[in-house]
């Protein structure tokens, strides 16, 4: 049984919770927060035994494994603490924010046996593998548009005045951190690093980003990604081939995905999963790196270099839009 904690008490927190709640072998066994009267809540709501507001003992407790789903700029000190204590860690992304830190925490995980690995939905869902398929089937494919456009929650109280830490740089926040990333990954998984970046970002009067683009270019191909938290988007990504063309409605859950050939014809390549069962099966390949760890090797490393290569493309767009925190 791998007993794990959670750092963070929000509606991620929430749903990775009842997502690893489908994975015989994974236990919620303490919770840390701020404050003692919200950790408790948070708790009994969940079935946690330990609550702690300290997080060197939190650290230091019995636990095996981490989730964290603290703020962005804390993702590197609380995983190497977390990582230095001998617990596995599954951290939300972006998992650093530099690659440099990613790079030092790998080594760090890989030197003292353990698992540290970036929660990455789509990774560990069954529609990566179709939507593969459905790729080979589209011919020639030189045109690529991912778009994550998703107004925030957050937004009215920014128009209010107020400062939510997802438009505050001093958490290292910002739309193409939240966001961005979810178009970056498939493009680098499917396709690898690209010959050339070109990007741009509007800013908000906290100084984060609101939105972004990012063009990259391959040798026979030119990938789009477009990305906002200021507007909802609802056409979603598509992948263009002179056979075919793919749509999808989510490109961070890989929702509601068909194919149209140029015949007329079109088939459905998947269709809707609940995010707390993606999460679930993300929870699943956490536990499945640490108790089978031989057989899933192979996997488990590759999600660690795909995991470098995009926070060293994130961070080349920070550069060339002059993100800062």
Aim: charged share 20%.
């Amino acid at each position: 049984m791998i007993r794990y904690g959670v750092i963070g008490t929000s509606k991620i927190t929430e749903e990775f919770i009842t997502g690893a709640g489908d994975v015989n072998g994974l236990r919620l066994a303490a919770v840390y927060s701020r404050t003692q009267s919200k950790g408790e809540k948070f708790a009994l709501k969940f079935g946690a035994s330990k609550v702690y507001t300290d997080i060197d003992k939190f650290a230091a407790s019995d636990i095996d494994a981490v989730y964290i789903a603290s703020p962005n700029s804390l993702h590197y000190e609380q995983s190497k603490l977390m990582l230095e204590c001998g617990k596995h860690v599954i951290c939300e992304k972006p998992v650093t924010v530099t690659p440099d830190e990613l790079s030092e925490l790998q080594s760090l995980a890989a030197g003292k046996g353990l698992v540290y690995m970036e929660a990455i939905m789509y990774l560990y869902s069954p529609a990566r593998e179709l939507l593969l398929n459905a790729i080979k089937k589209i011919g020639r494919i030189t045109s690529v548009h991912f778009d994550y456009s998703q107004l925030s929650s957050k937004y009215p109280l920014y128009i209010r005045g107020e400062l939510p830490n997802v438009f505050n740089p001093k958490f290292a926040a910002g739309c193409l951190m939240d966001l961005g990333i979810y178009c970056i990954y498939p493009a680098l998984d499917f396709w690898g690093i690209p010959k050339n970046i070109l990007s741009s970002a509007g800013f908000m009067k906290t100084g984060a980003d609101g939105y972004g683009s990012a063009i990259l270019s391959f040798n026979d191909k030119q990938v789009t990604l477009t990305y906002s938290k200021l507007a909802q988007g609802f056409c979603g990504s598509q992948i263009l081939g002179d056979e075919g063309t793919i749509t999808i409605e989510s490109i961070s859950q890989l929702q509601n995905i068909k194919l149209y050939r140029n015949d007329g014809s079109s088939e459905n390549v998947c269709g809707f999963t609940p995010k707390t069962k993606l999460m679930g099966l993300e929870a699943k390949g956490f536990y499945l790196y640490i108790t089978e760890r031989e057989k899933y090797r192979h996997k488990y490393n590759y999600a660690c270099s795909l995991a470098l290569d995009v926070s060293n493309i994130m961070q080349k767009i920070r550069e060339q839009c002059l993100i800062a925190f």
